[in-house]
């Protein structure tokens, strides 16, 4: 069961990021879409809050995608500066390395980032309310008998 908990952990990672996804999707066919500029807004809200609620969920995914550049130290972002700032790549590796799921935490963490699953799903739940919100906001304005 441990083996599989660690297996949806990263799946769970995945799942979180394509979520962000989905959100720029939904951002970049809202102009051509002719919707008001409020409904990009309120799901920039919903992407900020998401992100606050789940920091370091990109640099997650970026080291289990890109594990063998993290392995070594030669990671973007944050492994970067650290390196940039002296750090030997060894070092760094080291700090960024280790996903796993802690079950009496009920916390997903690498390295130094922490995911807590309840907090997770409350946040995709809250990102996918705003997604589904603008995507009826954009059949209500195309079914909406145009006046003239």
Not at 54 to 65: F, V
Not at 109 to 119: E, K
Request: aromatic share 6%.
């Amino acid at each position: 069961l441990l083996g599989a908990q660690q297996i949806d952990a990263r799946n769970m990672v995945f799942a979180l990021v394509q979520l962000l996804a989905a959100e720029r999707l939904q951002q970049r066919a809202l102009p051509e879409l002719g919707m008001d500029a409020i409904v990009g807004q309120v799901l920039d809200r919903a992407r900020e809050q998401y992100l606050e609620a789940l920091p370091g969920i990109q640099d997650m995914r970026n080291a289990i995608t890109h594990f063998d550049e993290w392995a070594m130290g030669q990671g973007h972002g944050l492994q970067r500066r650290e390196v940039e700032a002296g750090a030997s790549r060894r070092d760094v590796a080291g700090h960024f390395w280790g996903l796993g799921y802690h079950a009496g935490e009920q916390v997903v963490r690498l390295g130094p980032f922490t995911i807590d699953v309840a907090s997770a799903e409350s946040a995709a739940r809250d990102l996918h309310m705003a997604i589904y919100a603008a995507a009826q906001a954009v059949d209500r304005q195309r079914h909406e008998p145009s006046s003239g």
